[in-house]
């Protein structure tokens, strides 16, 4: 694939992301905190992310596998999902975590694991998606060509 | 959540990168942020930076009190130099909450000038009205954005930080004190818990409202 149908597909693609909810406009904010001299930035973001979402799922995971449900503890992990998930524009994640917190609030074990279930596909598929986004740009860098903004 | 062992590293880091740059800290906005939470410390760090503030990173109340000199057992340790200009805190974290951070810079009379902002996810009024009464700047709720940064930072003109203005918020009316030699209850207080959504925290991390052994744990003051 030449250069200009690989940034023609990392557009289509960005644009779809947005289009399907997965990504919002602090996705966006992120990319223009971008620049020569930090052109990594939205990488490292989405790195960190990645790990913290990593280790929050699996907090979730343990509290809910307990026999005594702490909700708190549960509700605190949620809300910095969410947090985190809002900071990064991660949208579909973000508003399941709403969700999750209600149940959690509600003191509803089904819900929970239900949410958590959902959260983890969700985040998979953000994961995924963004994975293959960078590496798209990737391809475009290392043919010699800029990634369209 | 704070990470063990990260916060010597970041002191150290922190140290090195004052001391490369202290020539030409003189015009720069410094902003003490205060986020527990990794991905947003890396944001604001990036939205102050492109905004052209020196920023000083910490992940909790406790480092930003140590970090400002406030905590008597690690003292600034020859940062007084290093003048802050502006904080920015998130209003939810374990431990210190961002409310509980703000009374005790607005009760030190070295730091009571330095403007405090408050983030927080959650656009709750009672929270907003409570923090702008305690004397916060100004409240933003995440995500944070550039534009929220530029506004922040009209707050830090030299004219607003020597305190020549008064502003019509109400603030506390306290005597002036040195915080460092206060003792350990004066964490009580703030005892008033907020009626709507209070912060989540898991229920192992001790609030620093508490009044005893949490307290202590902590080690605020030397006087352990």
Known sequence: MDLVQLQRQLVDYRTSLYHEGFLDEQFTQLKELQDENNPDFVVEVVSLFFEDSERLLNELSKALEQQVIDFKRIDAHVHQFKGSSSSIGAQRVQKLCIVFRNFCEAQNVEGCLKCLQQVKHEYSIVKTKLESMFQLERQILNAGGSVPV | ?224
Not at chain 2, 59 to 74: P, V
Not at chain 2, 133 to 147: Q, R, T
Not at chain 2, 160 to 165: D, I, L, P, W
Request: charged fraction near 30%.
């Open chain 2, 1 to 224: 959540m704070a990470r063990d062992g990260g916060v010597t590293w970041r002191r150290t880091e922190k140290i090195d990168r004052f001391n490369l740059s202290a020539t030409d800290t003189a015009e720069e906005v410094h902003v003490l942020a205060v986020d527990d939470s990794l991905v947003d410390r890396k944001v604001i760090e990036r939205l102050l930076r492109i905004s052209s503030c020196k920023v000083t990173a910490v992940d909790s109340g406790i480092r930003a009190l140590q970090f400002l000199g406030l905590d008597e057992e690690k003292s600034s340790n020859g940062f007084n130099d290093l003048k802050v200009d502006l904080i920015i805190t998130d209003y939810c974290m374990p431990g210190m909450t961002g409310y509980e951070l703000l009374k005790k810079v607005k009760e030190s009379s070295t730091f009571r000038e330095i403007p405090v902002v408050i983030m927080s996810s959650e656009n709750v009024l009672t929270r907003i009205d409570r923090c702008l009464k305690e004397g916060a700047e100004d409240f933003i709720v995440k995500p944070v954005k550039l534009s929220d940064v530029k506004r922040i930072k009209d707050y830090t003109t030299r004219e607003f930080r020597v305190g020549e203005k008064q502003g019509p918020r109400k603030r506390k009316q306290r005597d002036s004190f040195d915080l460092s030699s206060s003792p350990p209850s004066i964490l009580s207080s703030s005892s008033s818990p907020e009626s709507q959504s209070p912060c989540p925290s898991p229920p192992s991390i001790p609030s620093a409202s508490a009044l005893d052994s949490p307290t202590r744990r902590l080690k605020m003051t030397s006087s352990e």
